[in-house]
C-alpha cells in the first residue's frame, strides 16, 4: 500500500488518468464494501447514494462496471436494484453473469464437488447446519452476529471438521469477515480480474475497490495496472494501494470517479 504521505498521490494520479481517458473499468465487491454486513445476508442492501452512483457511472461515464463477490452471481441484482444491471461474478469468481442474462461456470473438479457435500455432512451432523452457506465450489460457516464465546467455538470445530479435507484435497479453508469458508482452490479473485484485464486494453484506466481477505488475490493481480482500494473502517495490512472508510470515503471516491469522467450526478 502506498505510504500515508503518498497515498493522496496515488489516487490523485489515478483521476488524472480517468479523466483523460476515453474508457473506464471499475471493479467492486459487494458486501462490506458496497454494501454494510447484516446478520441476514439476505438484507445486505447498498449504502444509501450508491446504487444511484453507480448508475450514473454506468450510464454517463463511459466505465464498464463489474462486480465480483463470493456470494452466487444471481443473488446480488434483487439486493443492488440497478436496471440494466451490470456484469457479476460470483463465488470468488467460479459464476460470470452477463448483464443480458448469459451464464457462465467454471469447470470444478469432481473431488472438489465431493469435498463440498462430505463438508456439508459433516457441518449438520456437528450441529452447524444453520449457519451453511452452500455455493458453487465451496462451503461457508457465518457467525456474524453471534457472541465471541460462542465464535471461538465455531471457529475451532470448523477447524477440527473441515481442517482435514482441506489437507488433502485441492482446498483452501480461510477465514473471512465473519465466518469460515471451505473453497476449491480455483475459486480466486484475482483469477476474475486477470480475466477481465485480458479483455481490456492496456490504456483503459481499472479501479478495484474491496474490503476482506479474499480481496487480496485481486489487490495483487491489479497491482501495476491499476488502483487497489481496501476498504474497511480500520485499517489492516494488505497489498491495496489506498484505503476508503465506508461508506463516506466511498460514496466520496465515487463522487469523484463521476467528476472526472464528465458524468451526472
Known amino acids: 500500500m502506498c505510504a500515508a504521505a503518498t497515498q493522496s498521490s496515488c489516487t490523485s494520479l489515478f483521476f488524472e488518468q480517468l479523466h483523460a481517458a476515453a474508457n473506464r473499468l471499475l471493479l467492486l465487491d459487494y458486501d462490506g464494501t458496497i454494501a454494510p454486513f447484516t446478520v441476514d445476508r439476505k438484507c445486505a442492501v447498498p449504502y444509501p447514494s450508491i446504487p444511484e452512483l453507480l448508475d450514473s457511472i454506468s450510464s454517463t461515464c463511459h466505465t464498464r462496471l463489474v462486480l465480483i463477490s463470493g456470494r452466487a452471481a444471481r443473488e446480488i441484482p434483487p ?78 470445530q470448523c477447524y477440527r471438521m473441515l481442517g482435514p479435507l482441506a489437507c488433502h484435497g485441492n482446498l483452501l479453508l480461510t477465514e473471512f469477515d465473519g465466518g469460515m469458508e471451505l473453497k476449491a482452490r480455483g475459486a480466486c479473485k484475482g483469477d476474475a480480474v486477470r480475466t477481465l484485464l485480458a479483455e481490456t486494453s492496456s490504456d483503459v484506466p481499472v479501479a478495484y475497490l474491496g474490503d476482506d481477505l479474499t480481496d487480496e488475490d485481486a489487490f495483487h493481480a491489479i497491482n501495476g495496472r491499476g488502483l487497489s482500494v481496501l476498504v474497511r473502517e480500520t485499517f489492516r495490512s494488505t497489498a491495496a494501494q489506498a484505503w476508503l472508510r465506508p461508506p463516506g470515503e466511498v460514496i466520496q471516491f465515487l463522487n469523484d470517479w463521476i467528476h472526472a469522467c464528465g458524468g451526472d450526478v
Open 79 to 156: 439486493l443492488l436494484g440497478l436496471n440494466p444491471r451490470p456484469e457479476i461474478w460470483g463465488a470468488h469468481g467460479l459464476e460470470r453473469l452477463y448483464p443480458n442474462d448469459r451464464f457462465e461456470l467454471s469447470f470444478l473438479a469432481p473431488e472438489a464437488s465431493q469435498a463440498m457435500t462430505t463438508a456439508e455432512a459433516i457441518l449438520q451432523d456437528g450441529g452447524l447446519g444453520e449457519l451453511c452457506e452452500v455455493k458453487t465450489g465451496a462451503i461457508a460457516v457465518h457467525w456474524r452476529g453471534l457472541k465471541m464465546n460462542n465464535v471461538e467455538e465455531i471457529r475451532m
